[in-house]
């Protein structure tokens, strides 16, 4: 497995809601907007599965596969050529703030790595600039 894991970032928000917001992908549904779209596209959201468009890969889906309350949500693909899971680790930093770190974790030949490595550090970066920026307060 190919892992990659993006730069730590601090949500100014609260565990708690941070959690309940991202482990509901109907609530992301209202700020997809915000997400870029340079790298990410296409965008839709259920209760439990989030679809995409990346390039090089095309669309991509996930299944959320565990919810661990204020912690950790995961994801798993679903109809990819190989697996890959997303995972948010959220910690608190104080009362008020949350640490976010997103981990992807790909199985990849080295054909297809070569390809999409530099896309999905990337994307995962964006990702997690993105999720930084949303009202948690509100959604």
Known sequence: MT???SQEKIIPHRDVEVFRVLSDLNKLESVKHLIPED???????NADMLTFRIDPLGK???LVEEREPNK???FKSD?????????I????ESEE???LRLQLCADLNPFIKGMVEKPLAEALNK????LVQLPYDRL
Do not use: C
């Open 60 to 62: 991509v889906a996930f």
């Open 89 to 92: 680790h959220l910690e608190p």
């Open 97 to 99: 703030q949350t640490r």
């Open 39 to 45: 790298k990410i596209s296409d965008f839709s959201f």
């Open 3 to 5: 892992e990659f894991v």
């Open 79 to 87: 109809k990819m050529g190989f697996d890959l899971f997303v995972a």
């Open 127 to 130: 990702l997690s600039d993105a």
């Open 72 to 74: 950790l949500i995961k």
